[in-house]
């Protein structure tokens, strides 16, 4: 396509020129439910983003790459240590969120808290075959006591709230 645009350039002077492009690509930041298959930008000049999928049992969060533990307690929208909790199937899962962002369970300490629910997860159902870990979006897994609402929560209204510009001062 460039070549045909740019006839004047050679092949070679077209890809040397792409090994030195800086190319990025950003994306507004929308509101999705697959339910309506809507999209539509909230007020450009604060973004908030919420990528929701109509799931049995209700919505769940889809994830949403570049957020990290640690820029929740950076933003003290986490106070470590923050207790973490599941119920699945039938077994009372913890875990906790520790000041430099890592999560606590079972005794070893994981990056994310998908990782950390993959764990939790594999320590019930086992790992799938071919797999060492049950894929899992921790994020949605793990629970914790919001102070705000008084009720159990995921973890994900954190995210969400961060992710809006929101933080606990």
Same mark, same amino acid.
């Given at each position: 396509?460039?070549?045909?645009?740019? /006839?004047?350039?050679?092949?070679?002077? +077209?890809?040397?020129? #792409? $090994?030195?492009?800086? +190319?990025?690509?950003? *994306?507004?930041?929308?509101?999705?439910?697959?339910?309506?298959?809507? %999209?539509?930008?909230?007020?450009?000049?604060?973004? %908030?983003?919420?990528?929701?999928?109509?799931?049995?049992?209700? $919505?769940?969060?889809?994830? +949403?790459?570049?957020?990290?533990?640690?820029?929740? &307690?950076? &933003?003290?929208?986490?106070?470590? /240590?923050?207790?973490?909790? !599941? *119920?699945?199937?039938? &077994?009372? #899962?913890?875990?906790?969120?520790?000041?430099?962002?890592? +999560?606590? *369970?079972?005794?070893?300490?994981? =990056?994310?808290?998908?990782?950390?629910?993959?764990?939790?997860?594999?320590?019930?159902?086992?790992?799938?075959?071919? =797999? !060492?870990?049950?894929? %899992?979006?921790?994020?949605? *897994?793990?629970?914790?006591?919001?102070?705000?609402t008084g009720r159990l929560e995921e973890i994900d209204?954190?995210?969400?709230?961060?992710?809006?510009? =929101?933080? =606990?001062?």
């Open positions: 396509m460039l070549r045909k645009r740019t /006839p004047e350039l050679a092949p070679s002077e +077209i890809r040397e020129s #792409l $090994k030195r492009a800086d +190319i990025r690509i950003d *994306f507004p930041v929308v509101s999705v439910s697959s339910q309506s298959l809507a %999209t539509e930008v909230e007020d450009e000049s604060s973004p %908030t983003v919420k990528v929701v999928e109509e799931a049995e049992g209700g $919505k769940k969060t889809l994830n +949403i790459p570049g957020v990290q533990v640690s820029d929740l &307690t950076r &933003t003290n929208l986490v106070e470590p /240590p923050l207790q973490l909790e !599941k *119920f699945y199937q039938g &077994t009372h #899962l913890e875990a906790e969120i520790r000041s430099d962002g890592t +999560i606590i *369970f079972d005794g070893e300490t994981y =990056r994310s808290l998908s990782s950390a629910a993959a764990y939790a997860r594999k320590s019930i159902i086992g790992a799938p075959e071919g =797999r !060492k870990y049950p894929q %899992t979006n921790g994020w949605v *897994f793990w629970k914790y006591h919001d102070l705000e209204v954190l995210r969400q709230r961060y992710l809006n510009g =929101r933080s =606990r001062s």
